[in-house]
């Protein structure tokens, strides 16, 4: 490794121009990567990907959307919140916004009504083709009565009048059938009273002709046909008046109907009229005839009302359900007697308050959720909804403002911990072009976040973190460098020198990050990836950028300007005097300083199980956020916005089984957690809910499903029938509490006939929260493992690769102390202080230590040798920690709750690495200076002595 850096140290003195380029281009590639970086709040980054509560969720989201936006509308009354003007703003968002294919559904009073409005639509064009056929049915019979009356011998005159006087009185029913199509033509306004007024005239034409059929007993086979027109024309009465009922669309074909009924009544009155002035003077059988032919005529015009019943039935396909216009239209689709429908409970919270929820499609990205909200929020402005007010949020709202904050917040800490580094290293580090480090280290965390725009990692409010802490930490190899140049004033002696020093402190701290690897939190693992990258990065950008610029400094440096000798009487720098006491004082106590570090470490370590753990992922967000304010507001309004989710798969989801046990569950779940259990909705709860017509006892469970809205069915039940969902819907729970009633509803489901599984965004929240409590020690020991293994094997001294480790297992052990004295409680970030810690604080101590067998090796005693470390190296160890602190403390400052404790603690914890390197670091070095050489440094440094005396 010695000679490894040795030439690189020499390649960069001898070439500093082509290295420096050729790194910076290097780097600009990197930064290039930059415009892919993306932020993400969802799913993938809670748990992992192949979790089966995650691929549960995955899949449950592909067949009934994802995420909601719910918007609540809040009016002095519900006559307020359901006039035709507000009602009709929010069908005309709702038409606009179903054009985006990531939304997958709606449901508001609007779409309430349209899909009412749509289901009596298609009533009322099957009840048309119903009585189309049945009028078919009567032409074909009044045609076979008049071929019948054809074909019979002569009556007798009086009884032929009295059948004609029953003719006519059929023809003034038809006059009420006429004035009914004439109104049904007349417009949508008018379509119930028309619709009423000809099944009224369709049922008195019925009678008449039942009584003409029993007129005619003596000739049995007309009077059965007589009759059977009659029941056909009572069926057609009955279920126009069913349409009526029910106010669909304008009849296309209403004005053909009249013109054909006007023909019939012509015909009839025409014929009786006739017949009646001949009965007098008798019956001519030519008369009979022409009466015959009357009826088949009058057949072939009903014949021509089916046809044009037909046509309206085809052409109804292509109209569209609308909101109507008229307010009474709407309050008669809202209110029975008086009553609100139970179908608009799911969108009523109380008499001041309804919902509107936009449901989205499963695994949209964020970019195309930011759209959708942004366009939301743009559309219900532009709609201006005078009487009401109202609030947007859930899910992808919050996301979308935490995101933005996430963003913002960002720049805050950035620029900050810039500003801290300036003031430090003009105070601190007393070097030329002392500000030079920090400009190396900014371009090293661009190119990292380039990098990791390349390799697809994102930024989530874990790793958000990381560049202040990368700044604090990268900026120290700069300063190490820059430190040690500044003293030798050659690259190859700097880099040969202190090379494997700050190597070997990157190859801890790189391997005490690797530990978060282990994480089975996905923002867990990217936080390690994003903060092993940047240092190594850093590492590389000091050494070939830094040491490049400095030597060209130098280089370019007036050839004539005489160098300022060294004045040998000059009087030792404060900081130096300082450092060389404090070292005296600490080498005198090291024993106890040693042994009351152990003691204060091994207390931290008794504590570190007693502190808890906050899952509350809103209590990290900044609190003060309006979609954080507006979502609880909400939350408290509707009682409860959080769901679990009961996903069904089975061959038949709507067998008669499935359906039982769904309803016996829902029931089951609300007596057994009337605490907890707000609600349970099933494809049970719409079938409940629509109260449009009378109940059929006739239809089983599954024709009333298949009978429901698409987008009422949709909601709960797929397509193809092999998946449902039942919708929980429970008060809000600390996720200890939440834990436990996912464990009892698991028990809960275990007799179900079908393949249940339980996911949700509340069940995914539960499985990242197992993963960061399980994984935070078991990350700690990993890491300890790996730095002490590479220890082992680069030193090849047991002790050598324990001592730098020593202090850092001290300070986790202080750190748990701190938290205790704090009250503070662990978090997904706070978690990780362990392998953060071990990275941090392995990179000091190696630094000292390296120095310590340096000057050993030259041959100066124990207490000389530290004495000379701490005074060369202090300076630049101490700038790098405050540094490093600096970093760190913009965190506190910043609106995130979860990362202002954990900028708390690793200001405290890094401060505690400091004041440990140079108090209890130099009382580990001098107790064990024995076994830190070997028999053959050991003699090397007789012999160096030897000599110089």
Do not use: C
């Not at 720098?573 to 570090?597: G, H």
């Not at 003060?624 to 409860?640: C, K, N, W």
């Amino acid at each position: 490794m010695h000679n490894i850096f040795a030439s690189l140290g020499k390649l960069i003195e001898k070439r500093p121009i082509k290295v420096l380029l050729i790194s910076l281009l290097v780097f600009g590639i990197l930064i290039t990567g930059v415009r892919n970086i993306g932020l993400s709040t969802g799913n993938e980054t809670l748990v992992q990907s192949d979790n089966p509560v995650y691929i549960d969720n995955k899949e449950m989201e592909e067949s009934f959307g994802s995420d909601s936006i719910l918007i609540l509308f809040e009016g002095d009354d519900l006559e307020t919140l359901f006039s035709s003007e507000n009602i009709q703003k929010m069908w005309n968002m709702e038409k606009e916004l179903s054009y985006n294919e990531n939304i997958y559904s709606f449901v508001s009073p609007a779409s309430m009504i349209h899909q009412i409005t749509a289901f009596q639509g298609d009533q009322i064009r099957e009840a048309v083709f119903e009585i189309g056929d049945g009028l078919q049915e009567v032409g074909e019979k009044l045609t076979e009565v008049g071929n019948e009356l054809n074909s019979k011998e002569l009556m007798d005159p009086e009884e032929m009048a009295e059948k004609l006087n029953s003719l006519s009185s059929v023809t003034v029913a038809f006059d009420k059938l006429i004035d009914g199509q004439k109104q049904l033509s007349g417009g949508s306004l008018q379509l119930q009273d028309g619709l009423l007024q000809a099944a009224g005239g369709l049922g008195e034409a019925s009678k008449q002709l039942e009584m003409l059929g029993t007129s005619v007993a003596q000739n049995p086979e007309l009077q059965m046909k007589l009759q059977t027109i009659s029941q056909n024309i009572a069926q057609s009465a009955k279920g126009i008046e069913t349409m009526g009922t029910k106010t669909g669309s304008l009849s296309e074909g209403a004005q053909q109907t009249a013109g054909a009924l006007e023909n019939i009544q012509t015909n009839l009155v025409q014929e009786t009229s006739s017949m009646k002035d001949q009965l007098s003077k008798g019956v001519d059988p030519d008369e009979i005839k022409e009466m015959a032919d009357g009826f088949i005529e009058i057949g072939a015009n009903l014949e021509e009302i089916s046809e044009a019943l037909h046509t309206f039935y085809v052409k109804s396909q292509m109209m569209v359900a609308d909101i109507p216009v008229l307010q009474s239209e709407i309050d008669e689709m809202l209110y029975d007697e008086g009553v609100l429908r139970s179908v608009f409970s799911q969108v009523v919270v109380d008499d001041q308050h309804v919902l509107m929820v936009a449901k989205l499609e499963g695994n949209v990205p964020d970019s195309e959720k930011d759209k959708i909200v942004a366009t939301l929020t743009e559309m219900m402005s532009k709609e201006s909804f005078e009487t009401v007010n109202y609030t947007i949020s859930g899910k992808p709202v919050l996301d979308a403002s935490l995101r933005s904050e996430m963003q913002r917040n960002m720049q805050m800490m950035v620029m900050a911990a810039v500003a801290i580094m300036l003031v430090i290293l003009t105070l601190i580090f007393k070097v030329k072009w002392r500000i030079l480090s920090l400009g190396i280290i900014m371009i090293s965390v661009i190119a990292t976040l380039g990098l990791m725009g390349w390799i697809n990692v994102p930024i989530t409010m874990v790793s958000m973190a990381v560049f202040p802490i990368l700044i604090g930490l990268g900026i120290d190899y700069s300063i190490q460098f820059h430190n040690r140049y500044e003293e030798d004033k050659s690259v190859k002696t700097t880099i040969t020198h202190i090379g494997k020093a700050v190597a070997v402190a990157v190859l801890a701290t790189f391997l005490g990050f690797i530990s978060l690897y282990a994480s089975p939190v996905p923002m867990i693992q990217d936080f390690g990836k994003m903060l092993t990258i940047g240092v190594v990065v850093s590492f590389i950008g000091s050494i070939f950028i830094l040491m490049s610029i400095l030597k060209l400094r130098d280089d370019f440096a007036d050839v004539t300007e005489m160098k300022p000798k060294k004045d040998v009487h000059a009087k030792t720098p404060l900081l130096d005097r300082l450092f060389a006491f404090s070292t005296r004082v600490v080498i005198k106590f090291s024993v106890i300083i040693f042994v009351l570090a152990i003691v204060v470490a091994s207390i931290g370590f008794s504590f570190d199980s007693k502190i808890g753990v906050e899952s509350n992922i809103e209590n990290f967000m900044p609190q003060d956020m309006e979609a954080l304010e507006d979502i609880r507001y909400i939350r408290d309004t509707v009682g409860s916005t959080e769901q679990v989710i009961l996903y069904l798969k089975d061959d038949d989801i709507l067998a008669e089984d499935s359906l039982a046990w769904m309803a016996g569950t829902g029931e089951k779940l609300q007596n057994e957690y009337p605490d907890v259990v707000v609600d349970v909705n099933s494809i049970l709860t719409p079938v409940g809910n629509m109260t449009l017509e009378e109940d059929d006892d006739s239809r089983s469970l599954e024709e009333k499903i298949l009978d429901l809205p698409k987008e009422q069915r949709k909601m709960f039940v797929n397509e193809d029938r092999n998946e449902a969902i039942m919708i929980v819907e429970i008060a809000y729970l600390p996720t200890e509490k939440l834990q436990t009633f996912i464990a009892d509803l698991k028990n809960d489901i275990s007799d179900a006939p079908v393949d249940v599984s339980i996911t949700g965004k509340s069940v995914l929240d539960v499985e990242m929260v197992k993963g960061l409590t399980s994984g935070r020690v078991e990350m700690t020991l990993i890491g300890l493992g790996l730095v002490f293994v590479a220890l082992l094997i680069i030193y090849r001294n047991l002790f050598k690769a324990l001592i730098p480790l020593l202090p850092v297992v001290m300070i986790i052990g202080m750190s748990s102390g701190a938290m205790t004295i704090l009250g503070l409680n662990y978090t997904p970030i706070t978690a990780t202080l362990g392998a953060l810690i071990l990275g941090m604080g392995t990179e000091m101590t190696v630094m000292v230590m390296e120095r310590y067998l340096e000057e050993r090796r030259k041959g100066e005693d124990k207490m000389e040798a530290m004495i000379t470390s701490i005074r060369m190296i202090g300076k630049a160890v101490l700038a790098s920690g405050l540094t490093t602190i600096g970093g760190f403390s913009v965190l506190m400052f910043s609106e995130f709750v979860i990362l202002k404790d954990f900028g708390m603690m690793t200001v405290i914890n890094i401060s505690l690495a400091l004041v440990s390197t140079f108090l209890v670091l130099p009382s580990i070095l001098y107790l064990f200076d024995r076994f830190l050489l070997s028999k053959k440094e050991k003699k090397a440094i007789l012999q160096e002595i030897t000599l110089s005396e």
